[in-house]
């Protein structure tokens, strides 16, 4: 497989999904696979580790990664950029519904008590930074987390999805995007003080 940032061949696959390739939709999701399945196996342990008495690294991964062979049906993303935070928000959807399903009114973890184990369960300062914590009711804040990331301005929302959600370095995501580290820098810096600002007045 390619490197994530070789644009070229994520290119030429879009190139022949818009003209109706059927190959290059298989490409392009063996092509996503391995990262979709890091991040899950990430993003899982860490925002909801609780949850894996239930469901696993690979549910999740397997789910994203049939919202995206689904997307990849329906359209073909304009650019490897597009690709990549087309896979991002799919995964924020599956995160999303994951915490509702698990940590909503009638979930399954919704009533059931967990011990803190260790630091990793204090609550988090930073909204991107760290982990809900054992209660029930941090899940279902980070589940409205994901879905506040939907309403940042789109340049705030484009370094979400790579660094966060796609799990790409802050000199890889500036590559995408085609501005220098420091302009990532302060977009991440302004996404991440906007989404505790948004949370903070949820309260």
Known sequence: MPDPLDATWVS???IRLRAGDPSA?????AFAAGR???LSH???RSQFGRVGRWVDTGDVFQNAAVRLWRALAGV???????FHRLAARLVRLELIDLARQFFGPRGLGAHHETVATGPGDAEPADPLGAAPGPDPARAAEW???HALVQGLPDEEQAVTDLVYYQ???QEEAAALLGVDVRTVQRRWQRARRKLGELLAQSD
């Open 12 to 14: 030429d696959r879009l």
């Open 25 to 29: 939709r298989d490409e392009l999701l």
């Open 36 to 38: 979709l399945e890091r």
């Open 42 to 44: 990430g993003l899982l």
């Open 76 to 82: 073909a993303p304009e650019s490897p950029l597009h």
């Open 143 to 145: 589940a409205e987390l």
């Open 167 to 169: 799990g790409l370095t």
